[in-house]
């Protein structure tokens, strides 16, 4: 994910010595490129594992000007309100089983003048993450009652009506569909096993699936998926496209 990461950061017009946050961070794939800018960067993640490999990236990127904490997106306790000229969450607030505090929450720590962007997945879209979620929705339990999809964030009137309700104008909340591309020198089932040990709702599916029997099956079907998505079949290298809601919120 670190080019697309980079090639993400590099439209979101950053200058030197702005304050930026990156929320829901992981281990920096938008962070440490918008550090590299000149940015003053935070990147908060409630992992403490994916913090901790954060902060061992940017010392070793000798980035001063970037550092990795725990926090929770619906719950923003430590950080001060309009501290931020742009905050920034790919894949990650969109995961917060609080919606509507995670709005309010990004809106509070925006300075006024600022800028929002997130990332997130379209429920139905035909590309790969949708699709890896759809599968991996047959393999696991029911979710608990009062459970709300993390993918209504890629819906655009649910996203409107959550970043009205913080208190910002319809008019200053743009969308646009954009591409994220995992790509690696392997071949696409080596990328399924990444995704069985990192990625938090695939790792659920496994572990679901493996107290049914069924593990071999999901297996096979993320395989088969994988590899019809991949620009090369089922041979190395990988590259797959993905397409996301690109959400950006004018303070």
Do not use: H
């Not at 920096?28 to 940015?39: C, R, S, V």
């Not at 409630?46 to 901790?52: E, S, Y």
């Not at 009205?164 to 591309?181: C, D, H, L, R």
């Amino acid at each position: 994910m670190r080019e697309s990461g980079a090639a993400l950061v590099a439209t979101l017009g950053i200058n030197k010595g702005i304050n930026v946050l990156d929320l829901g961070c992981g281990d920096g794939t938008t962070a440490i490129p918008a550090a590299k800018l000149g940015a003053n960067v935070l990147g908060v993640d409630i992992a403490a594992n994916l913090v901790k490999a954060g902060n061992e990236r940017a010392i070793t990127a000798e980035l001063k000007n970037c550092v990795f904490q725990e926090g929770d997106a619906s719950n923003l306790i430590n950080l001060d309100d309009q501290s931020f000229d742009l905050v920034v969450t790919i894949f990650g607030a969109m995961f917060s089983s609080n919606p509507d505090a995670v709005a309010k929450e990004l809106v509070r720590v925006t300075k006024p003048g600022g800028k929002i962007v997130m990332g997130n997945w379209i429920p139905g879209d035909p590309t790969l993450v949708a699709q890896i979620l759809k599968v991996s929705s047959a393999f696991t339990p029911p979710p608990p009652e009062g459970f709300i999809s993390p993918m209504l964030w890629g819906v655009e009137d649910k996203v409107t009506e959550r970043f009205v309700q913080a208190g910002i104008p319809a008019a200053n909340i743009g969308f646009e569909k954009a591409t994220f591309t995992f790509s690696g020198p392997f071949p696409p089932s080596a990328l399924v096993n990444i995704f069985r040990s990192y990625y938090g709702p695939t790792m659920n599916a496994f572990e679901a699936a493996e107290k049914n029997g069924q593990a071999a099956e999901l297996y096979q079907q993320l395989t088969d998926l994988f590899n019809s998505q991949n620009k090369n079949g089922s041979e190395a290298p990988t590259s797959i496209p993905a397409t996301f809601l690109k959400v950006t919120v004018k303070r």
